[in-house]
């Protein structure tokens, strides 16, 4: 069996600013060290070139050629950066056995060499080139110590070679410790700039969904971020706001009430609080600051709000406890409408004058339309409890429309039934939706015609087969266009005796149970229609 030969990782390409740098060494290198050899005929001092000034002439050359082509040194092998940096070392090897007098000058060399070598190959390769380093440097200096030996001198010294290659391997160290070192950190720059990119983009994707507006301002009171629902209640384009950020304009170019009202605030009150309320294009907004940090240095935050939102807010919290304390007041009223019901009855039992028996009817009708107003309020208090089920429309409506004409007591011919032979299935409250439809269809017949087909009752699937619309037809006056706004408001009736509460307690059961009750009105009549999510099979 084969073993798996394990993956290559491929080299890293060498950095661009790197070897523009290393490319400008190596020309100045050479340039000073031709330089070197030119100055004598500069003096009007001529002698015959040496071969060291032709090696330092194609030297020179190889530098200039290498610094205007740098780019295509990044290959994927490093093979050719790899020969051309040995050829770096093994060219100032040849040149510190050439050039006697500064040898140790130009030894100096091969550490600066090792250094933008060990960057350029991510001090993967440092202590090889230090290697060639050493050796070249160790077969120069054995070169000189056996010319002095055959010349007769006794010449072994070693320790500037030595000094010189452990400078090197120091230096190769060091270049591969700072460049690992280098390296992890722009590696953890790199992921925490992806996480704050990351982190910066789901702050903008959360502002931009919030229902209020947000400007986000620097300590110079400059724009620096927004989102649509700000330029919305501000009544400003998008594009304004957007050339504001990338202009840096102030705040008070766009909304000078705004920068008015911060310039005002206490630095104290620059924190969660209450919203101050400001009329701004004839709209009233609710405007907060929120301080960054302690103070202003690092910007702050505006939040803007709908006031006539925040004034539905506490209108539906009022609403809810008011709720609350009218459910329990109804129970406390039960009791005793329940001793005066029983007592007129008794009354009306025993033979009395007319006059006596009207008054106590009339304490009846009221005992009555109290306890039904009661029911209503009831009710509506329990419209979170409820007990849904599944069941058949088609058999639900057809006892339901039985049961109401008999107890209405009206004829079939006035008001019809129409349902589709496929049968459906829904889930809903039977209560709730029993006591919606009842509503309904009582409210259609009282202000229908109460003729042959003035009341319709009929069961219809949408387009998608994923509701079931009921309709409620009347051929009535329709509705009055002054009344339609407040149609479902609680104890809005054109009725005497009416409570008020029977539409407002109908969709308040239909959104409890998720269906949604609308309605359409004309002179020729008014239409309820109630859309429920039908059980798919």
Request: proline share 3%; with cysteine.
């Given at each position: 069996?084969?073993?798996?030969?394990p993956?290559?990782?491929?080299?890293k390409?060498?950095?661009?600013?790197?070897?523009?740098?290393?490319?400008?060494?190596?020309?100045?290198?050479?340039?000073?060290?031709?330089?070197?050899?030119?100055?004598?005929?500069?003096?009007?001092?001529?002698?015959e070139?040496?071969?060291?000034?032709?090696?330092?002439?194609?030297?020179?050359?190889?530098?200039?050629?290498?610094?205007?082509?740098f780019?295509?040194?990044?290959?994927?092998?490093?093979?050719?950066?790899?020969l051309?940096?040995?050829?770096?070392?093994?060219?100032?090897v040849?040149?510190?056995?050439?050039?006697?007098?500064?040898?140790?000058?130009?030894?100096l060399?091969l550490?600066?060499?090792?250094?933008?070598?060990?960057?350029?190959?991510?001090?993967?390769?440092?202590?090889?080139?230090?290697?060639?380093?050493?050796?070249?440097?160790?077969?120069?200096?054995?070169?000189q110590?056996?010319?002095?030996?055959?010349?007769?001198?006794?010449?072994?010294?070693?320790?500037?070679?030595?000094?010189?290659?452990?400078?090197c391997?120091?230096?190769?160290?060091?270049?591969?410790?700072?460049?690992?070192?280098?390296q992890?950190?722009?590696?953890?720059?790199?992921?925490?700039?992806?996480?704050?990119?990351?982190?910066?983009?789901?702050?903008?994707?959360?502002?931009?969904?919030?229902?209020?507006?947000?400007?986000?301002?620097?300590?110079?009171?400059?724009?620096?971020?927004?989102?649509?629902?700000?330029?919305?209640?501000?009544?400003?384009?998008?594009?304004?706001?957007?050339?504001?950020?990338?202009?840096q304009?102030?705040?008070?170019?766009?909304?000078?009430?705004?920068?008015?009202?911060?310039?005002?605030?206490?630095?104290?009150?620059?924190?969660?609080?209450?919203?101050?309320?400001?009329?701004?294009?004839?709209?009233?907004?609710?405007?907060?600051?929120?301080?960054?940090?302690?103070?202003?240095?690092?910007?702050?935050?505006?939040?803007?709000?709908?006031?006539?939102?925040?004034?539905?807010?506490?209108?539906?919290?009022?609403?809810?406890?008011?709720?609350?304390?009218?459910?329990?007041i109804a129970h406390?009223?039960?009791n005793?409408?329940?001793a005066?019901?029983?007592?007129?009855?008794?009354?009306?039992?025993?033979?009395?004058?007319?006059?006596?028996?009207?008054?106590?009817?009339?304490?009846?009708?009221?005992?009555?339309?109290?306890?039904?107003?009661?029911?209503?309020?009831?009710?509506?208090?329990?419209?979170?409890?409820?007990?849904?089920?599944?069941?058949?429309?088609?058999?639900?409506?057809?006892?339901?429309?039985?049961?109401?004409?008999?107890?209405?007591?009206?004829?079939?011919?006035?008001?019809?039934?129409?349902?589709?032979?496929?049968h459906?299935?829904?889930?809903?409250?039977?209560?709730h939706?029993?006591?919606?439809?009842?509503?309904?269809?009582?409210?259609?017949?009282?202000?229908?015609?109460?003729?042959?087909?003035?009341?319709?009752?009929?069961?219809s699937?949408?387009?998608?087969?994923?509701?079931?619309?009921?309709?409620?037809?009347?051929?009535?006056?329709?509705?009055?266009?002054?009344?339609?706004?407040?149609?479902?408001?609680?104890?809005m009736?054109?009725?005497?005796?009416?409570?008020?509460?029977?539409?407002?307690?109908?969709?308040?059961?239909?959104?409890?149970?998720?269906?949604?009750?609308?309605?359409?009105s004309?002179?020729?009549?008014?239409?309820?229609?109630?859309?429920?999510?039908?059980?798919?099979?």
């Amino acid at each position: 069996m084969a073993s798996a030969l394990p993956a290559t990782v491929p080299e890293k390409t060498p950095d661009l600013q790197h070897l523009r740098l290393y490319s400008l060494y190596r020309l100045c290198a050479s340039g000073m060290l031709l330089g070197s050899q030119l100055w004598p005929y500069f003096r009007h001092t001529f002698a015959e070139p040496a071969y060291v000034f032709w090696a330092l002439v194609v030297f020179f050359f190889y530098a200039l050629t290498v610094s205007l082509s740098f780019r295509h040194l990044q290959f994927k092998s490093g093979i050719a950066l790899k020969l051309q940096t040995s050829l770096d070392i093994a060219v100032i090897v040849v040149m510190m056995h050439f050039l006697q007098s500064s040898q140790s000058g130009i030894g100096l060399l091969l550490i600066i060499n090792i250094i933008f070598a060990g960057l350029i190959s991510d001090g993967r390769f440092a202590m090889f080139y230090a290697a060639i380093a050493t050796i070249g440097i160790l077969l120069e200096n054995t070169h000189q110590v056996m010319k002095h030996n055959l010349l007769g001198d006794n010449y072994s010294d070693y320790s500037s070679a030595v000094l010189l290659s452990i400078s090197c391997f120091a230096t190769a160290w060091l270049a591969q410790t700072l460049t690992t070192r280098m390296q992890s950190s722009e590696k953890l720059a790199s992921e925490r700039g992806q996480d704050i990119e990351q982190l910066a983009r789901t702050n903008a994707l959360i502002t931009q969904e919030m229902p209020n507006g947000v400007l986000v301002i620097d300590q110079h009171q400059r724009l620096k971020h927004y989102n649509f629902q700000a330029c919305k209640l501000l009544g400003l384009e998008d594009s304004q706001c957007l050339e504001a950020v990338r202009s840096q304009a102030a705040l008070s170019l766009l909304t000078p009430a705004i920068t008015q009202l911060l310039q005002t605030a206490p630095a104290n009150k620059l924190a969660p609080q209450d919203a101050t309320k400001l009329t701004i294009n004839n709209r009233d907004l609710g405007i907060r600051f929120h301080a960054i940090s302690e103070n202003m240095d690092n910007g702050v935050v505006i939040f803007i709000e709908d006031w006539s939102q925040i004034q539905t807010q506490a209108h539906q919290v009022k609403l809810a406890a008011l709720g609350r304390l009218t459910a329990n007041i109804a129970h406390e009223i039960r009791n005793p409408l329940s001793a005066i019901s029983h007592a007129t009855q008794l009354l009306q039992e025993d033979s009395i004058e007319p006059g006596t028996e009207r008054m106590l009817q009339i304490i009846s009708d009221n005992v009555q339309r109290l306890d039904q107003i009661i029911k209503d309020v009831l009710e509506l208090n329990r419209r979170d409890r409820t007990n849904q089920e599944q069941f058949n429309i088609k058999t639900f409506m057809q006892e339901f429309y039985q049961q109401f004409c008999a107890v209405e007591k009206i004829d079939p011919h006035n008001f019809t039934l129409s349902i589709p032979e496929k049968h459906a299935t829904i889930v809903f409250d039977r209560r709730h939706i029993n006591q919606i439809l009842w509503n309904l269809c009582k409210n259609g017949w009282r202000h229908s015609k109460q003729q042959s087909r003035s009341l319709q009752l009929k069961v219809s699937g949408d387009k998608s087969g994923q509701f079931i619309h009921v309709t409620i037809k009347d051929d009535g006056n329709g509705i009055d266009p002054k009344i339609q706004p407040h149609l479902f408001e609680p104890f809005m009736t054109t009725e005497k005796t009416g409570t008020g509460l029977g539409l407002f307690i109908a969709r308040e059961l239909a959104e409890a149970n998720g269906a949604k009750l609308d309605y359409s009105s004309t002179a020729s009549g008014t239409q309820f229609s109630l859309t429920i999510k039908k059980v798919i099979v």
